[in-house]
């Protein structure tokens, strides 16, 4: 029988406890209770990498939407690009379970970067969000439908950016479409 060490069930409570004051615009306190969860589930992948660190990634990825929420774009590029590689490492295993996760921290990676008016590197985040949404629709149409439109329209923001109208509208059309 597998126990949960009280290190996860912190953990885990921690980042409860986050999005609840996430939802009353708490940031700052959300960041510090992820932070903690951050910290204890570093040590619980020092111990079993192959159990802890899908729970690493999600609570880097939540650090990261924290950040930019206060503004500190630049600490919410470093920890989702760490989640990134955690769940490039983890799709290589399970590709299934763990690409719409990509997907979406690819995604957030675009917005932060643009954020910072990094519009080519926005533009090659979301790219790749788009491909891996696209691989995904073909598997589940209903539940990966939205999300790729969501990504589309952003494409459009940042081709728009980046002066480049006519793809932009191609972008954002194929968006409304698909909404």
Request: net charge negative; glycine share 6%.
């Amino acid at each position: 029988m597998f126990t949960i060490p009280l290190k996860m069930k912190t953990a885990r409570f921690l980042g409860r406890i986050a999005f609840h004051l996430d939802f009353i615009g708490c940031f700052i306190e959300a960041r510090d209770c992820t932070s903690h969860a951050i910290l204890l589930c570093r040590l619980l992948v020092a111990e079993n990498p192959d159990s802890y660190t899908p729970h690493l990634a999600v609570q880097l990825g939540n650090l990261g939407i924290w950040l930019s929420k206060l503004n500190r774009h630049e600490e919410s590029l470093g920890a989702t690009e760490e989640s990134i590689t955690l769940y490039r490492s983890l799709v290589e295993k399970n590709p299934a379970s763990y690409t719409p996760d990509l997907a979406h921290q690819l995604s957030n990676l675009g917005v932060w970067l643009s954020n910072l008016n990094r519009h080519k590197e926005s533009l090659g985040a979301t790219e790749e969000s788009i491909t891996l949404y696209q691989s995904l629709v073909e598997g589940n149409p209903a539940s990966y439908t939205p999300r790729l439109a969501l990504q589309l329209g952003n494409l459009g923001i940042q081709l728009s950016n980046l002066n480049q109208h006519k793809e932009s509208l191609g972008a954002t059309e194929e968006s409304i479409t698909l909404y």
